[in-house]
């Protein structure tokens, strides 16, 4: 069944933007700002720390960490969302990932019944998400309800606009805060509201938070502070988060998973199982990241500096707003894949069209997928690069709006 299950996924988003854009000949030497990949320097206590404890790549590591990260993971949660050390036990809150994409594809296995309300289970993605959402409702066997994040509902997707025959239905849902690709970030009134709804009908939370240390005016409120802040508690939820945006190390493949005792017993039993333990450099240089505020702050001082670059370049036109997280810029162009494939031929420049990331919510009406108008452009160089592409993409995106 699995393999039919995940027939029913498109093509992903940069399959179809290769599709897009390779028979075509590039206007310029190529630049791309498709693909979400920090590019920070990488800290040199973690190359320090690797070197220090390559000896132990010749363990097994155990499924749920060292007691080391277990200690530095759990103080970094409650440290950064605010939470009483009995919130985040070591031992019962917290267990570590190789990288987040891991625990957001292994989440709806540990939630999904056979049926529910006597149908088949459905799981709730905001609508445009990143991929790995999808793939994995479907894989687990559950219906993937996609939920429009549109300008009205501040890029963030309205649940509680869904039929209660849906929500009956629902086992868990989706969230991403601050947002992929809008750079949106859910408020106390959001949070609460969904969480409302996750009572009511039975749910649980996967809050992708995973770039929830690059913001900008203010620090976004976390699933977690929100939960305990309203209830006491953080159940019905889990928590996902990354070193690859919070220290821009992707290439260590560490992150996070916290909350819910239960669902967390249950995640270590899959992971025990599936077998994708860290190995143990891996792990004393992720506690060491965990600890670490110093890069983070300045990974935070350089995106503030793109993006106040970007404003500078393209504030007046292209649609521009500044996200409240995140490094990408979500532009309203009228037509993002007729706008991305007017860049490459134009100038070169790589970026993704917004429908890409999105589904259509009247089959056969591209219009309808809330991604059709924008383009999502990562700010993942440096200035002057970011100078020279921008100018550039405001020039050709204007001439185009004026054509």
């Not at 996609?146 to 849906?166: G, K, Q």
């Not at 409302?196 to 809050?207: G, H, K, M, Y």
């Not at 508690?233 to 889990?238: E, G, H, P, Y």
Request: net charge neutral; glycine share 8%; with cysteine.
């Amino acid at each position: 069944m699995l393999p039919g299950r995940l027939a029913e996924l498109p093509p992903g988003s940069f399959v179809k933007l290769a599709s897009l854009l390779d028979p075509v000949k590039p206007g310029a030497t190529p630049v791309s700002f498709s693909v979400g990949d920090p590019r920070g320097q990488v800290p040199a206590f973690v190359t320090e720390t690797l070197a220090r404890h390559a000896h132990e790549f010749g363990e097994y590591p155990a499924i749920h960490g060292t007691a080391d990260w277990r200690d530095a993971a759990a103080a970094w949660v409650r440290r950064r969302f605010a939470l009483p050390d009995a919130m985040i036990d070591p031992e019962r809150n917290i267990l570590p990932l190789s990288g987040t994409r891991e625990g957001l594809f292994l989440a709806p296995f540990i939630v999904t019944p056979d049926s529910k309300a006597g149908s088949r289970p459905v799981i709730l993605i905001p609508n445009p998400f990143y991929q790995c959402y999808a793939a994995a409702v479907l894989a687990a066997g559950a219906e993937p309800v996609f939920v429009p994040a549109r300008a009205e509902t501040n890029f963030l997707p309205d649940f509680a606009s869904l039929s209660a025959s849906v929500l009956e239905r629902t086992v868990a849902a989706y969230i991403c805060s601050p947002s992929n690709p809008e750079g949106a970030c859910a408020g106390e009134p959001y949070w609460r509201t969904l969480f409302a709804l996750a009572e009511r009908f039975d749910f649980t939370v996967f809050a992708d938070e995973c770039y929830a240390d690059i913001y900008f005016d203010k620090q976004p409120l976390s699933a977690l502070t929100a939960r305990f802040s309203q209830t006491g508690s953080i159940d019905r939820l889990l928590t996902f988060h990354s070193l690859s945006k919070r220290s821009c190390l992707p290439g260590l493949r560490s992150g996070i998973v916290a909350g819910d005792a239960k669902l967390i017993a249950k995640f270590r039993g899959l992971r025990n199982v599936a077998g994708p333990q860290m190995p143990m450099p891996i792990l004393a240089a992720s506690a060491a990241a965990w600890r670490d505020e110093t890069n983070v702050a300045a990974n935070r001082a350089m995106f503030a500096e793109r993006f106040r670059l970007a404003h500078r370049l393209l504030g007046n036109r292209a649609g521009f707003r500044l996200p409240e997280g995140g490094f990408f810029l979500w532009l309203d162009v009228g037509n993002g894949e007729a706008a991305a494939l007017r860049l490459w031929q134009s100038a070169g420049i790589r970026v993704l069209p917004g429908a890409y990331m999105g589904r259509e919510t009247e089959p056969g009406k591209v219009q309808s997928n809330p991604g059709f108008r924008f383009i999502r452009v990562a700010l993942v160089h440096d200035l002057s690069t970011i100078e020279a592409t921008l100018g550039r993409m405001g020039e050709i995106l204007s001439s185009e709006a004026h054509a």
